[in-house]
């Protein structure tokens, strides 16, 4: 092709690109919010670690975290938990009285990037002379190394006697194939395969050396992976630079960021098929194409219009790798990236495709399916209309009601670990605990002056997740009050009060339920036709506990409309209400049909359960909407407001069938509980019209109360158990 009508060509193909990649998302506040999203997360489960009273800090890493990816590329959260408690040596001049201390050694079948690390004791800086456990592993030499097969026992161990999937991917292994988890120890200097890069010359002003700087602060980690040629790679760790790798993958513009959305969408789609499962290229590769791309070209060069030149120049440079055999490491030295991945023949394979796609200009591009990017092309080329594609403005707000989701959801998750943590105590002895935390001075986790923005974030999710620890706080403490008569102090009342903001719904539903256990009956009244006032058709039920996957469960499209903002915060807590949930030690601020919630493991039945459903087993949680309309009709049978009590029956009655309709129930068999009692009461008081049974004498509405009145329950039973049936059918 003439070199004047390549260059228009890939002129107007690189415009039409980035019109269908930001199509599919890949826009800057699409990626800002991804950022933001994992980021939060990322911060509230180790704010959750170090409340319990762990060590573990966690980073997220990856396509999610880094915003590089779009919604049918399915990727996954790829999770790093670093154990602070070990003190990484370089040197025994390093060594820690009261920590555990290992020194990394060079040994001399270590290949590059590769350390063994040697236990040593801990009151002595000395070679630990002695096992303690399975995974020390003494070498011919007598020296004690640590092996790096303890994380992937521990989790095999962790997924059987929890029931969960056990899930392998190098040195991942977790119990979920949406997350891949990785053990890791930080290391106290950075190592020597690191120095060449911050002083070897470079052609452009990138990274600068700000840059560079930040980098090195950053540091290291040591992941349980050994070398896939090596005869000792039991008792390898490999050197990771992941933090450095993600704080430059974070100054990238939005123009790197869609080139390497589309490497990974050729790799995805054209690149490894052709392959046939013979080798793989990975997203790892591609980052490393594109980093030194950044590196080498002109800042010229990184333009809109120049997209299509950007991508060719990155292939050139992956190709010429796969032709010499050696893809470099960006930040390690003398580390090939294709070992045990590709072989010399696949190379060759992957040298001929790249030629072709290199040759015929990204024609391949055309036919890529994930996320229609070849029709989006051939539109954006023809002007022709395709109906079944989906609208950018649907992409951006289905993206954002997702990460919106996504992140409640977890975030709710982690309050209930910390909860899990207390469980087995008295509702006294909770209280103190869960005033014990929200009163601590804050503890600073272990990261370096550079991550000021985590730092930052650490502190807001510790407030986050203080709200709703004095949500439990408070309706334990009213419990006990409740049970033994004793009046309620203002301290009482400013927990609630503090606890307000979590969500919509679920703290004043917890107060509203106080009350009417309390008797306050018209207080009670008032604070539900608050939160009623407070629902509207935008407001999506988030629940934590277990019974919703963000990855599946969609959520409705005026929640997604109205949280699509031009802001990068996607929490949005006014516009989501939780399950509420009721601790054992919450019982005597409980309706008493949810009693019944509370003791559902019986026998055996959680040996056949996984940890999740364990933790909430004997919790009462119910949706928050038939919760409200179920606290309406008992404060209005109470009050003796006859139309405002069928009225909230009938509201009870459509948001479970609405709810069933558009799979937002999340604890269905709690809910018919709820309805089926409604009914129950409703039949009796009929009866009681026409029996001698007066309304006095009946009991205060759980249906083992009503087995006392033989003639009426069986009629009773079976009204209930007709209504369950309509309503499931």
């Known amino acids: 092709m003439n070199r004047l009508v390549s260059g228009l060509f890939y002129d107007v193909m690189s415009l039409r690109l980035i019109a269908a990649l930001e199509d599919m998302g890949v826009t ?51 999770a790093l938990g670093c154990d602070e408690t070990v003190n990484i040596m370089s040197e025994w001049p390093e060594w820690e009285r009261g920590r555990r201390n290992m020194l990394m050694v060079k040994h001399e079948t270590c290949s590059p990037q590769h350390y063994r690390l040697q236990e040593a004791r801990d009151d002595l800086p000395l070679p630990l002379t ?108 490999r050197v990771s630079p992941s933090l450095i790798e993600r704080h430059l993958m974070f100054s990238m513009e939005i123009i790197h960021v869609q080139c390497y959305v589309t490497l990974k969408l050729l790799k995805k789609d054209t690149i490894n098929p052709y392959l046939n499962g013979n080798g793989k290229l990975t997203s790892f590769h591609c980052k490393k194409t594109l980093v030194y791309a950044r590196e080498q070209l002109l800042p010229e060069m990184w333009t809109s219009d120049h997209l299509f030149d950007c991508i060719i120049s990155c292939l050139i440079l992956l190709r ?42 990204l024609a391949p591009l055309a036919s890529v399916k994930t996320d229609d990017l070849g029709h989006r092309l051939l539109h954006t080329l023809y002007t022709v209309a395709i109906w079944d594609m989906t609208p950018r403005r649907a992409v951006y707000q289905g993206i954002t009601g997702f990460l919106s989701v996504d992140v409640n959801e977890s975030q709710m998750k982690h309050v209930g670990f910390i909860l899990c943590d207390a469980a087995d105590r008295s509702p006294d002895r909770l ?20 991550e000021q923005a985590l730092c930052r974030l650490d502190a807001v999710k510790r407030e986050y997740v203080f709200r709703h620890l004095q949500q439990h706080l408070a309706s334990t403490a009213a419990s006990i009050c409740l049970q033994h008569g004793i009046q309620m102090g203002n301290r009482i009342w400013s927990w609630y009060d503090a606890a307000m903001n979590t969500d919509v719904a679920s703290t004043r539903l917890k107060l509203a339920s106080m009350l009417y256990c309390k008797g306050d009956l018209q207080l009670a009244a008032d604070v539900l036709d608050d939160v009623e006032r407070r629902y509207d058709k935008t407001v999506q039920a988030v629940c934590g506990c277990a019974r919703m996957d963000p990855f599946v469960d969609k959520p409705h499209a005026l929640f997604t409309k109205a949280v699509n903002e031009e802001n990068i915060d996607v929490l949005s807590t006014n516009r989501v209400a939780y399950c509420v949930r009721f601790l054992p030690q919450e019982a005597f601020c409980v309706p008493p049909i949810l009693h019944y919630e509370m003791v559902r493991a019986v026998g055996d039945e959680l040996q056949h359960r996984d940890i999740i459903e364990r933790v909430f087993m004997n919790w009462a949680i119910v949706d928050y909407r038939p919760f409200l309309h179920y606290l309406q009709y008992l404060t209005f049978r109470g009050l003796g407001l006859r139309h405002r009590q069928q009225q909230a029956l009938r509201s009870l009655s459509d948001s479970s069938l609405d709810g069933l309709e558009h799979d937002h129930l999340f604890h269905l068999v709690t809910v018919l509980h709820l309805y089926a009692h409604c009914m129950a009461w409703r039949y009796v008081s009929t009866c009681c019209h026409s029996r001698t049974i007066r309304k006095t004498m009946l009991p205060t509405g759980t249906y083992r109360d009503l087995l006392e009145y033989n003639d009426a329950w069986k009629n009773i039973n079976d009204f209930i158990h007709l209504r369950v049936l309509f309503v499931v059918n």
């Open 28 to 78: 800057e506040l699409i990626v800002g919010r991804r950022r933001h999203t994992y980021l939060q997360d990322e911060s509230a489960e180790s704010v959750t670690d170090k409340l319990v009273g762990g060590n573990i800090v966690s980073y997220h890493f990856g396509s999610m975290t880094e915003g590089t990816t779009t919604p049918g590329m399915g990727s996954d959260i790829d």
């Open 130 to 237: 002695q096992s303690y456990d399975l995974f020390c592993v003494t070498d011919h030499d007598g020296k004690i190394y640590r092996s790096n097969t303890q994380s992937e026992h521990l989790m095999r161990h962790a997924t059987a006697d929890n029931n969960l999937p056990y899930v392998h991917t190098g040195p991942s292994h977790s119990g979920s194939e949406i997350y891949d988890h990785v053990s890791a120890y930080r290391c106290r200097t950075l190592p020597a395969e690191c120095e060449s890069w911050f002083t070897r010359s470079r052609h452009g002003n990138w990274p600068t050396q700000e840059m560079q700087q930040v980098a090195r602060e950053l540091g290291c980690f040591l992941i349980p992976d050994g070398h896939c040629f090596s005869a000792y790679s039991s008792i390898e760790w």
């Open 320 to 361: 010429g790798w796969t032709f010499r055999g050696h893809c470099p490491h960006y930040i390690m030295d003398k580390v090939n990236l294709f070992d045990g991945k590709l072989n010399s023949k696949q190379r060759c394979r992957l040298h001929t495709i790249l030629t072709k796609i290199i040759d015929t200009h």
């Open 431 to 450: 209280c103190l605990y869960l005033h014990s935390l929200i009163t601590q001075p804050p503890q600073q986790l272990h990261r370096h002056r550079s």
